[in-house]
């Protein structure tokens, strides 16, 4: 099994653009909201700070402490897309190209914001 250097640049963007979706974005909030809690607290600057509290329990503690990390979570993506590419490429691909162009508009709108 060799994967080349194209591959490994769509699978690295494909895989932080889906922890991005999980992690950050709002349209996978009722998600996270299944696992995690919000917990506001005011520094001493008076700044709030939003906290990210897992839910109690086993399965829900697991995956809100999942959630809450995107370096964990953007590990478990990685395996999954791996496992997609490698097992089902003929799924995976469309999947892997949607999100690494995704992934990559993301980062250049990401540049063109601190530039302007």
């Not at 895989?15 to 506001?40: G, H, N, P, Q, Y």
């Not at 097992?87 to 601190?114: C, D, K, N, Y």
């Amino acid at each position: 099994m060799e994967i080349t250097f194209l591959e490994l640049i769509i699978l690295g963007l494909s895989s932080f653009r889906l922890t991005r979706l999980f992690v950050f974005d709002k349209i996978t909030a009722f998600i996270r909201d299944m696992f995690i809690d919000e917990v506001e607290e005011i520094d001493e600057r008076g700044k709030t700070e939003i906290y990210l509290v897992p839910k109690p329990g086993l399965i829900k503690g697991f995956i809100g402490e999942l959630l809450s990390c995107y370096w964990c979570t953007g590990v478990w993506t990685s395996i999954f897309l791996c496992g997609l590419y490698l097992l089902f490429p003929s799924v995976a691909i469309p999947v892997l190209l949607v999100l690494s162009v995704s992934g990559l508009a993301a980062i250049i709108e990401t540049i063109i914001q601190l530039w302007l």
